[in-house]
């Protein structure tokens, strides 16, 4: 499957998903949706044996997204669709609605506490340095999750670290869940932020499949930082930069016509 065919089940997944189970982050998840595509499906490589996936490593650290994570390894072939789409969000589901990485496969780390992913991310990056490896570290990260302390004192680790093996992406959409991000903590100079600490830094459209696979694909000395423009609910009009779909999903008598928006514009 190529990657724009894989961002559209993503999406498709995701709404049949949080409608059956009444769950909320559809924007958020649909705001990734292509990054995701082009990591899992081109970027990161995988082990040749053992049940240890991925050479490479992703952490979603705005894990309030993670059904798109789960979507993205169910499509290619690493979790079971099935059974996603039929347990999502329920008691006794594995796959519950922040990430979890307990009996799935390819998660690396169950997260949903904001600012968490990056620490990790980067402990996991200096461990491979330490360990002479390639194998490459990528955490994703909201723009509003960026208010964190947290991530700020993981980014200088890893820039004294000069950690060449770590890009951290930033889904910069401009909203988080209590609103408009200018008007919380204005971080809309992401790049110079990153900058000052010590990344490299590229920005790019965040749907378009091209710049992202360039820039996830980029030589670095430093630490990369990848701010991602995006529209969060990105996909079908009535989502896109339409904060209220933070904490909603499609209803019953929408769902057919929100799929077929979505199925036309691939
Ligand atoms: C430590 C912590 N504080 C608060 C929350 C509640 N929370 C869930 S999503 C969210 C907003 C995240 O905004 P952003 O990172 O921009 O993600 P997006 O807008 O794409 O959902 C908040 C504050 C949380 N999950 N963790």
């Known amino acids: 499957m190529n ?107 169950s997260t949903g506490s904001l600012g968490q992913g990056v620490c990790a991310g980067v402990g996991m990056a200096l461990a491979r340095k330490l360990d002479k490896s390639d194998s490459k570290v990528f955490v994703l990260v909201g723009n509003g999750e960026c208010n964190e302390g947290s991530v700020w004192e993981a980014v200088m680790l890893a820039s004294a670290k000069k950690l060449d093996n770590f890009t951290i992406i930033i889904d910069d959409n401009h909203l988080q869940c209590m609103g408009d991000s200018k008007k919380i903590i204005d971080m809309s100079n992401m790049a110079e932020r990153f900058s000052a600490f010590g990344f490299e830094t590229i920005e790019i459209d965040g749907h378009n499949h091209k710049q992202i696979k360039l820039a996830l694909n980029k030589k670095h000395s430093l630490p990369l930082a990848i701010i991602a423009k995006t529209i969060k609910g990105k996909g079908v009009k009535m989502m896109e930069n339409n904060n209220d779909y933070h904490a909603k999903y499609v209803k019953d008598e929408e769902l057919d016509s929100v799929l077929a928006e979505l199925r036309g514009r691939a």
């Open 3 to 109: 990657t724009i065919d894989l961002a559209e089940k993503i999406r498709e997944d995701c709404i049949i998903a949080t409608n059956k189970a009444r769950a909320s982050h559809i924007g958020s998840m649909f705001s990734i949706a292509d990054i995701l595509a082009v990591l899992y499906g081109e970027t990161l490589r995988q082990n040749k044996k053992g049940t240890d996936v991925f050479y490479d490593k992703f952490i979603l650290s705005k894990g309030h997204a993670g059904l798109a994570v789960y979507s993205a390894l169910a499509e290619i072939g690493v979790l079971n669709k099935e059974e996603l789409l039929s347990t999502y969000y329920q008691d006794g589901s594995k796959f519950s609605g922040h990430v979890s990485k307990t009996g799935n496969a390819g998660i690396e780390l």
